[in-house]
T-cell receptor
């Protein structure tokens, strides 16, 4: 079964600093990988996805992620944090071949300080 | 804009009183999902429909049921809500295969009193 592990339940950065949120996956086959953002009392919004095309994926709001098979990682980055980036971020994995379940990591809460 | 709409946004129900949450979509997606998300936790899949085919997760309690009368609508029924069922309930949709990702609604926050 596919799973993801998000390292760090809370990350704090200064406004303008680099954002790095870590996600490692476990899968017996190359998976589909996703990053979602959730603001308080809201649903989840798709930031970006990897589905076996380009390994460097660009998403909305200036975020990007790189699929590294050798490291089984799919870390999310943004060069310069904005106050509006403060939210909960979830990494998720899905098998491309079977089932429909999207399995989420436990989430990382991003705090952006002035 | 095509979207997933959940009603109501906030629902308060009494302990043991049946409650229904609704979800509609304008995306014409084949698959609809219900997730439960408790405070500070990841969303947990309860079940999904592929068209009219219902797929229950193995650990979803019997207290939770779902109906999908047509492509656009899907309902979550909680037969006898307990205090432990207080959570955010998220509806999502996807096309066949799910490679494009899931589109989520804004959620319904359920409070049990």
């Amino acid at each position: 079964a596919q799973s993801v592990t998000q390292l760090g339940s809370h990350v704090s950065v200064s406004e303008g600093a680099l954002v790095l949120l870590r996600c490692n996956y476990s899968s017996s086959v190359p998976p589909y990988l996703f990053w979602y953002v959730q603001y308080p009392n809201q649903g989840l919004q798709l930031l970006l996805k990897y589905t076996s095309a380009a390994t460097l994926v660009k998403g909305i709001n200036g975020f990007e992620a790189e699929f590294k098979k050798s490291e089984t990682s799919f870390h999310l980055t943004k060069p310069s944090a904005h106050m509006s980036d403060a939210a909960e971020y979830f990494c998720a994995v899905k098998s491309p071949n079977s089932g429909y379940a999207l399995n989420f990591g436990k989430g990382t809460s991003l705090l952006v300080t002035p | 804009d095509a979207m997933v709409i959940q009603n109501p946004r906030y629902q308060v129900t009494q302990f043991g009183k049946p409650v229904t949450l609704s979800c509609s979509q304008t995306l014409n997606h084949n698959v609809m999902y219900w997730y439960q998300q408790k405070s500070s936790q990841a969303p947990k899949l309860l079940f999904h429909y592929y068209d009219k085919d219902f797929n229950n997760e193995a650990d979803t309690p019997d207290n939770f049921q779902s109906r999908r009368p047509n492509t656009s609508f899907c309902f979550l029924d909680i037969r006898s809500p307990g205090l432990g069922d207080a959570a955010m309930y998220l509806c999502a949709t996807s096309g066949r295969g799910g490679s494009a990702g899931y589109t989520f609604g804004s959620g319904t926050r359920l409070t049990v009193v």
